[in-house]
């Protein structure tokens, strides 16, 4: 009995620690959040963007053994430009924070972040998914039934 509700309590810290966002739920955040037309970008093309990099999900990582960077979560955000992780080589931490920020539940750290990023010159074009995914298309589906 107690080594199952020691397994229950790591099982319920774990997931805590991995929150996925539901799409209008994201959607509905970045709103509240400034993102709708910022830098002129739609929040359907964030939602797309999203969507595509991580799934929604915030703790996810994915190396990049060229650049050895790594990106962080729900928007994939680089650690040669913009986090500090702390082994990523030349690194610039443009945002000034660290990496592990961008993974925390609480997105409004990555959302100010994205802001920072889609400030340079090349906008939302520094997001490969984006380019790949959702320039020149048809976003509508994303924020579909959102309320937004
Ligand atoms: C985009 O797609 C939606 C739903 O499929 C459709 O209603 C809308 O007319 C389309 N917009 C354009 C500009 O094609």
């Known amino acids: 009995m ?19 966002y539901e799409r209008c739920e994201f959607a509905r955040t970045l709103k509240r ?3 709708a037309g910022y830098r002129g970008v739609s929040l359907a093309n964030w939602v797309c ?8 999900n915030t703790q996810a990582t994915n190396y990049n053994p060229g650049s050895r ?3 962080y979560g ?10 500090n992780d702390g082994k990523t080589p030349r690194a610039v931490n443009g945002c000034r924070i660290p990496c592990s920020a961008l993974l925390k539940d609480d997105i409004t750290t990555a959302i100010q972040c994205a802001k920072r990023v889609v400030r340079d010159p090349q906008g939302i074009r520094a997001w490969v998914a984006w380019r790949k995914h959702c320039q020149k298309r048809n976003l509508s589906q994303y924020i579909r039934n959102c309320g937004v």
Do not use: P
Not at 74 to 83: G, V
């Open 49 to 56: 963007l999203a969507q595509h990099e991580s799934n929604y």
């Open 33 to 35: 959040n400034g993102m």
């Open 2 to 20: 107690k080594a199952l509700l020691t397994l229950g309590l790591l099982l319920l810290s774990v997931t805590a620690q991995a929150k996925v």
């Open 74 to 83: 729900i928007f994939q955000i680089n650690s040669r430009y913009w986090c």
């Open 69 to 71: 960077s790594t990106d």
